[in-house]
């Protein structure tokens, strides 16, 4: 490992300019260097003949120069050098332009690989810029060739031969990390052999195999990591023992509502965790309706009565208010003072609920991200809820943590994630699931239909508005964008409130509005001053209008199902049958089998799943707000069904060793320190 921590000016053909270009990809030793994968590869191990490739597609030919190179200039300031040469199939030109040096480098009766792009002008075929060699020591066809991220100063040549250089002198020094067990069980590629074959495959199978054995290793890094994490704060954090509290069965009887079974279990296991003197750090997940706000409620309770301050956050004031609202009638006849903090209060107001909190008169604050401002201070916090954590990110659940000496945390959000991504995404958390609705909700109905079913969507909003009912309309632009051809919010609200809805209340909100705007439409809307909300996603989270029971969303090819699924939740939540209507201009296979998932299901976690399949990469759900470590080549969301091969196989090491003292695992203890460096020396358990 020492040599390949070498400082990477070293390596032959870098020196200390190039080393400074290569600093910029964060390429600063040997090591480094080796796991600098290249973004993609292009084929050219796979050889055609001229006659038998599809224009316009690459390919790999054996040709031979049958006649002289021309050079022809069309206009001034450019010039088309044009070799003859035939193949087993026919014959054909090579084509450079504005390549004038080349004409020399081509005999009559020479053999020579080329790969380049088909093309056919008239009866004449014609590649075109090809790259070619004459012996095979030069390499560029024939083989799958690396395509690497650049910068400025530096080509994908450059680093190829650099590469080259690195591997042939260093690669013997590489470690392998894995286990001899867990590389035989899972048929893994041997390291220095994945190294290898990432940077300069032999085969389309050995790439494969490379790619899939360093994803599988740095993955298990990644997990192994947070599971030492999650264990070693579960045993440092001192926290909390609270007292048993009689009166929380007193208080559960005389809730309008009966828990459903699943509320249960998940409180059961709040309570145990606030039964031992550990810090509690829960993530509760739960489908949209499922009630989550009542297990925060009991939450608060039991910290209450055990003499200590709870607070509450929440990403926007109208859902802060909302759960104050909800809140404090819970708790009104029970002698809990609850209080609202927001950003639009008067200073005043402020800095009386300040002193009130710091004195301890104040159980329970409910509000934005006001409540982590620095000037304001608890009597004794005890728990510290966060609502819709993917609006948050770990910081802000850190600096709340701060406010109190380590108070018990619990995490809500309504968005769903797979338990295999909630391993990583909320490594530090222990993970609750509410996966049960409560009884008595109607199922809304989901209709996707094409933009020809406009106007009777219309007429069915009309028909519901005349009936008392409220509607959502939801669109994916602010603006009107005259590159892309969206409805959007602004556009669409104009022409409803000015035709088709003339005679009712129309209002708009999007995310461009200050606080107080959004706050003051989204207070009209339920005080059904507003027959029709026009809006951005922004209504996404959390508000709850219970008159509300339709939600068309415009262009829903645009959003991700998760998100469809969310913007769906905002409708259902009174006693009429609700409806939401999916307008879909998309054309293709896969926005059509979107639109018949959320159709025929209503379950927050299958639809993420089948987000994922069909979506693959990208960001699915925003990673970097959750602290994770970079990774080089793996991929949370494709690399789904590693990910659940290597959960299984970090379980069984957590259970076997815990602290990965065994020498088996000692490169992969090493590595699990470089991983997560930013969190300091003192990771893993001694």
């Given amino acids: 490992m020492d040599n390949l921590s070498m400082n990477i000016q070293y390596v032959?053909?870098?020196?200390p300019k190039r080393a400074s270009r290569l600093n910029k990809l964060n390429i600063k030793t040997i090591y480094d260097l080796l796991y600098f994968f290249p973004r993609e590869y292009e084929d050219r191990s796979q050889f055609n003949t001229i006659l038998n490739t599809p224009i316009g597609e690459k390919a790999s030919l054996d040709i031979e120069i049958v006649g002289p190179s021309k050079v022809l200039r069309p206009r001034r300031n450019m010039s088309i050098l044009k070799v003859p040469f035939k193949d087993s199939s026919g014959?054909?030109?090579?084509?450079?332009?504005?390549?004038?040096?080349?004409?020399?480098?081509?005999?009559?009766?020479?053999?020579?690989?080329?790969?380049?792009?088909?093309?056919?002008?008239?009866?004449?075929?014609?590649?075109?810029?090809?790259?070619?060699?004459?012996?095979?020591?030069?390499?560029?066809?024939?083989?799958?060739?690396?395509?690497?991220?650049?910068?400025?100063?530096?080509?994908?040549?450059?680093?190829?031969?650099?590469?080259?250089?690195?591997?042939?002198?260093?690669l013997e020094y590489v470690e392998e990390s894995l286990p001899r067990d867990i590389i035989e069980k899972y048929k893994l590629m041997e390291k220095v052999n994945a190294i290898k074959n990432i940077h300069?495959?032999?085969?389309?199978?050995?790439?494969?195999?490379?790619?899939?054995?360093?994803?599988?290793?740095?993955?298990?890094?990644?997990?192994?990591?947070?599971?030492?994490?999650?264990?070693?704060?579960?045993?440092?954090?001192?926290?909390?023992?609270?007292?048993?509290?009689?009166?929380?069965?007193?208080?559960?009887?005389?809730?309008?509502?009966?828990?459903?079974?699943?509320?249960?279990?998940?409180?059961?296991?709040?309570?145990?965790?606030?039964?031992?003197?550990?810090?509690?750090?829960?993530?509760?997940?739960?489908?949209?309706?499922?009630?989550?706000?009542?297990?925060?409620?009991?939450?608060?309770?039991?910290?209450?009565?055990?003499?200590?301050?709870?607070?509450m956050m929440a990403p926007t004031e109208i859902l802060a208010t909302q759960h104050y609202e909800s809140l404090s009638k819970l708790f009104s006849k029970w002698n809990i003072n609850c209080k609202l903090l927001t950003g639009s209060l008067t200073q005043k107001k402020k800095t009386e609920i300040l002193q009130k909190l710091k004195d301890g008169d104040i159980d329970i604050i409910i509000g934005t991200h006001a409540i982590i401002q620095e000037n304001i201070e608890f009597y004794n916090l005890g728990l510290a809820i966060t609502d819709e954590q993917h609006r948050f990110g770990v910081k802000q659940r850190a600096i709340l943590n701060q406010k109190g000496n380590n108070?018990?945390?619990?995490?809500?959000?309504?968005?769903?994630?797979?338990?295999?991504?909630?391993?990583?995404?909320?490594?530090?958390?222990?993970?609750?699931?509410?996966?049960?609705?409560?009884?008595?909700?109607?199922?809304?109905?989901?209709?996707?239909?094409?933009?020809?079913?406009?106007?009777?969507?219309?007429?069915?909003?009309?028909?519901?508005?005349?009936?008392?009912?409220?509607?959502?309309?939801?669109?994916?632009?602010?603006?009107?964008?005259?590159?892309?051809?969206?409805?959007?919010?602004?556009?669409?609200?104009?022409?409803?409130?000015?035709?088709?809805?003339?005679?009712?209340?129309?209002?708009?909100?999007?995310?461009?509005?200050?606080?107080?705007?959004?706050?003051?439409?989204?207070?009209?809307?339920?005080?059904?001053?507003?027959?029709?909300?026009?809006?951005?996603?922004?209504?996404?989270?959390?508000?709850?209008?219970?008159?509300?029971?339709?939600?068309?969303?415009?262009?829903a090819e645009r959003f991700g199902l998760a998100q469809l699924h969310q913007l769906r939740g905002r409708v259902g939540r009174g006693e009429y049958q609700s409806y939401c209507i999916l307008l879909n201009y998309g054309k293709n296979k896969i926005a059509r089998e979107r639109m018949r998932i959320l159709q025929s299901s209503s379950d927050g976690f299958v639809i993420s799943e089948k987000d994922l399949e069909l979506r693959g990469p990208g960001e699915f759900?925003?990673?970097?707000?959750?602290?994770?470590?970079?990774?080089?080549?793996?991929?949370?969301?494709?690399?789904?069904?590693?990910?659940?091969?290597?959960?299984?196989?970090?379980?069984?090491?957590?259970?076997?060793?815990?602290?990965?003292?065994?020498?088996?695992?000692?490169?992969?203890?090493?590595?699990?320190?470089?991983?997560?460096?930013?969190?300091?020396?003192d990771l893993i358990l001694n």
């Avoid at 032959?12 to 020196?15: D, H, I, S, T, Y």
């Avoid at 993970?431 to 909700?441: A, C, T, V």
């Avoid at 707000?625 to 196989?649: C, M, R, Y």
Wanted: hydrophobic share 40%.
């Fill in 12 to 15: 032959k053909g870098v020196g």
């Fill in 91 to 170: 014959y054909g030109y090579l084509v450079w332009f504005n390549q004038e040096y080349l004409k020399d480098n081509f005999n009559i009766g020479e053999k020579l690989k080329v790969n380049g792009k088909i093309n056919k002008i008239g009866m004449e075929y014609q590649v075109m810029n090809p790259v070619f060699e004459k012996n095979s020591t030069d390499n560029k066809v024939g083989r799958i060739l690396p395509i690497y991220p650049l910068t400025k100063g530096l080509s994908n040549n450059e680093v190829i031969k650099i590469m080259k250089s690195a591997l042939n002198h260093y």
């Fill in 200 to 311: 300069f495959p032999s085969n389309k199978e050995n790439l494969l195999d490379a790619k899939r054995r360093l994803i599988f290793e740095e993955l298990l890094v990644l997990q192994l990591g947070l599971f030492i994490i999650k264990n070693k704060s579960y045993l440092n954090n001192k926290g909390i023992k609270f007292e048993s509290v009689g009166e929380i069965d007193e208080f559960i009887k005389a809730l309008p509502f009966t828990l459903t079974q699943s509320q249960k279990n998940v409180f059961k296991e709040i309570q145990d965790d606030m039964d031992r003197p550990i810090q509690m750090n829960r993530l509760v997940q739960g489908d949209v309706g499922s009630g989550k706000t009542i297990i925060a409620a009991l939450a608060m309770f039991r910290c209450v009565k055990s003499g200590y301050q709870a607070a």
């Fill in 407 to 555: 108070p018990d945390m619990l995490v809500m959000t309504a968005t769903p994630i797979p338990r295999t991504l909630a391993l990583i995404l909320y490594g530090d958390l222990d993970i609750s699931i509410i996966d049960e609705l409560p009884p008595g909700r109607k199922e809304i109905e989901t209709y996707a239909v094409g933009p020809e079913m406009i106007d009777r969507i219309n007429k069915f909003i009309e028909k519901q508005i005349l009936e008392g009912r409220q509607a959502y309309i939801v669109c994916p632009l602010i603006e009107d964008s005259e590159s892309i051809s969206l409805n959007s919010a602004e556009e669409l609200y104009t022409i409803l409130s000015n035709t088709t809805f003339k005679n009712f209340n129309v209002g708009l909100l999007h995310g461009k509005m200050n606080p107080k705007e959004k706050d003051e439409i989204m207070e009209k809307f339920k005080e059904h001053k507003l027959d029709i909300l026009v809006s951005t996603t922004v209504i996404e989270v959390g508000v709850n209008v219970p008159n509300s029971n339709i939600m068309v969303v415009y262009n």
């Fill in 621 to 681: 759900f925003g990673t970097k707000q959750h602290g994770l470590p970079e990774l080089k080549i793996a991929n949370l969301f494709s690399d789904i069904t590693i990910l659940k091969l290597v959960q299984k196989e970090a379980l069984k090491i957590m259970d076997m060793d815990k602290n990965l003292q065994s020498s088996k695992y000692k490169v992969l203890r090493s590595q699990i320190l470089d991983m997560f460096k930013n969190l300091g020396d």
